[in-house]
T-cell receptor
Framework: NAGVTQTPKFQVLKTGQSMTLQCAQD?????MSWYRQDPGMGLRLIHY???????DQGEVPNGYNVSRSTTEDFPLRLLSAAPSQTSVYFC?????????????FGQGTRLTVV | AQSVSQHNHHVILSEAASLELGCNYS??????LFWYVQYPGQHLQLLLK??????LVKGIKGFEAEFIKSKFSFNLRKPSVQWSDTAEYFC???????????FGKGTKLSVKP
């Protein structure tokens, strides 16, 4: 049971560099999302997707791009990293449907931008 | 805008003390509510969830929460905490079953042995 897998677990970037945080799930969930966690701020939604080919912005989308070409994968791209993007990033997925369902979270990626 | 509020930033208790962490949400109608726990250096784990039905929800590790619709609250309780409960606790909610999950800012719990 892999669940939601995020890579890498840790990353250090220099200001201005770009990178992609990977997220994959093997539960055939339609809904996937990215959050960032900062001290005292809880988790804030960056982007989300309700299915392949469909993405939308969350609360804090600036500086991040996403795409959803397959059901399984939902990568998060930082085009030009800034120190303000130093954070822990969590990917989550859940089923969609009429009933309530819980979200499953990945292990997180700790990103430091210097 | 939809929001979830947690009243306490940091709670310090001695072992065997009772715990209650407050959580309020801002939206009416059908809600799904959750409590997650994050142990130091680890990812989020689901403690319990409320979708409908019995407003008293029991979760893992002896935790429970009560959904009080009239107060827009979903407080987390545990009758007797242990040192191993030291962690950060997040309340989260969404409108209906399809909305985006919105998190509170978290409450750090420190349990002194």
């Amino acid at each position: 049971n892999a669940g939601v897998t995020q890579t890498p677990k840790f990353q250090v970037l220099k200001t201005g560099q770009s990178m992609t945080l990977q997220c994959a799930q093997d539960m055939n969930h339609e809904y996937m999302s990215w959050y960032r966690q900062d001290p005292g701020m809880g988790l804030r939604l960056i982007h989300y997707s309700v299915g392949a080919g469909i993405t939308d912005q969350g609360e804090v989308p600036n500086g991040y791009n996403v795409s959803r070409s397959t059901t399984e994968d939902f990568p998060l791209r930082l085009l030009s990293a800034a120190p303000s993007q130093t954070s822990v990033y969590f990917c989550a997925s859940k089923e969609t449907g009429t009933g309530g369902t819980e979200a499953f979270f990945g292990q997180g990626t700790r990103l430091t931008v210097v | 805008a939809q929001s979830v509020s947690q009243h306490n930033h940091h709670v310090i208790l001695s072992e065997a003390a009772s715990l209650e962490l407050g959580c309020n949400y801002s939206y009416g109608g059908t809600v799904n509510l959750f409590w997650y726990v994050q142990y130091p250096g680890q990812h989020l784990q689901l403690l319990l969830k409320y979708f409908s039905g019995d407003p008293l929800v029991k979760g893992i590790k002896g935790f429970e929460a009560e959904f009080i619709k009239s107060k827009f609250s979903f407080n987390l309780r545990k009758p007797s905490v242990q040192w191993s409960d030291t962690a950060e606790y997040f309340c989260a909610g969404r409108k209906g079953s399809q909305g985006n999950l919105i998190f509170g800012k978290g409450t750090k719990l420190s349990v002194k042995p």
